[in-house]
């Protein structure tokens, strides 16, 4: 790894404000034409990342997995899925991100493995109380014969969050955790014999020579000693993040967890990095994860589940400021993933879409795509103005709009069929990338096929168009990324700005930063002189949602 330091000074590692760029492997570009995106495809997409100037790429799972939840239940955790190539050409992708200076960040899912994986697949076979069995959460049901589930708790995609199976001899047996779907088990992890597989696994990647890890659910692998019945409100958001004290997010014990991995990482040079998906109540408990000897970085959700409203964007901007600093932590920014509503549509949504719900044919409440997209555009040009680090989310870099018209035969997402379509779940933020105007597929590959339908108005959101058009979104990030490396604004402190109440404003040394969240335009210094704007302005004149950077002399 040439251009990349072995070991930065304490405080000015890397992952503390670089700019992450998601890929969704399956989607981003498939160098095969079965029409799911592969490493391959990656590898030459690579110059267009750089040329964007982000500074590390996280991949999605693309381990050996039967794809019953796009990669999150995988069954071999040191290979590579057909599907998505060889761990030869995983090899490939890594040394070419690294000659041109990208670091790669690898999605680890350590909550659960997929029912196909070889020690499910025994514990199926083995006896009630068998070490095969204690990997897993196995527990006898309850009732006259065991008909009942254990406990009342609902799994993430909808329905009961435990299957029963059937014993060797035939008879019904025991049943299974899984918060997710039932082809997702989860692991018990007071397992020793758990976490010494998995401090195995990180060093399998870390000796191929991954920066770091995304590491999936982070904050379910522990549940409450005695698995005890929890009704959450109607309104709960499914991943957590909203109630406190839930049986299975956020319990204490995870900490060990992340406190046993972060000595594994700090054996590696090249500073590696763990990042939690972690959806938590309040920013002050999602700090926790990132205390100096747990992970380095977590999702700062709280941040992503803001409305576009200009006081509470300032409230969570001041308060994740103020939890990840007291932990010396940077926050980790983020608008847009794959489990989401991508931010182009959900900023200007008129109704809550909690995590996970997502929007279709039939969803009452349509955003506007031009209001979208311009709030999008400032509430980017926002958070790369932040000191910390910040996850960008593939395609977001062309102002994509979610896929809202999907038909329902074509939807591949685990909630779509566990709440029998009252839930349209993630399809609409995981649909391949436009890459060209013309030309099968919008160039995702060369044979037009694709596992979920493009819209056809993508054509205006294709790389090439927005390539050559200085007013286009891309044009726009590419600006950003620039100026902000220029600027340093990874780093640093921020200072608050008063431009009246529907305006988030501060300074970043002598750049003042200023997005408009009102109904009004807000008027800048008459000498203001433009850095980068998210759409066009109107004289000294910031029309509504639209946002600044700027150098005054007053
Ligand atoms: C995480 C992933 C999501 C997946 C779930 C189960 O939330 O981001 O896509 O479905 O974990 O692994």
Redesign the pocket.
Known sequence: MPQLEQFAAPGSEWWRSAVIYQIYPRSFADASGDGIGDLPGITARLDSLADLGVDAIWL?PFMTSPQR??G??VADYRDVDPLFGTLADFDTMLTEAHARGIRVVI?L?P??SSAQHAWFQAALKAAPGSPERARYIFRDGKGENGELPPNNWES??GGGMWERVTEADGTPGQWYLH???PT?PDFDWTNEEVREEFRSILRFWLDRGVDGFRV??AHGMIKAEGLPDYTPPADADS?GGEEANVPYWGQEAVHDIYRDWHRVLAEYDGDRALCG?A?LPTLKKTALWVRPDEMHQTFNFPYLKTAWDAEELRDVIRDSLDAFGAVGAPSTWVLS???VVRHASRLALTADNP??EGIGPLTPYKPDTATGLARARAATTVMLALPGSAYLYQGEELGLPEAMEIPDAFRQ???WFRTNGERYG?DGCRVPLPWTADGPSFGFNDSGASWLPQPAHWAAYARDVEAADPDSTLSLYRRLLTARREHGFGSGSLIWEDAGADAVAFRRGDVHVVANLGREPITLPADASVIVASGPLDGSSLPVDTAVWYTARE
């Open positions: 999605s939840d796009a999150y239940d999605d899912v909550n659960h993430v995609f918060i997710f779907d997702q999936d659910v991943m998906e959806w993933n794959h489990d995590q996970g997402d685990p909630t993630r």
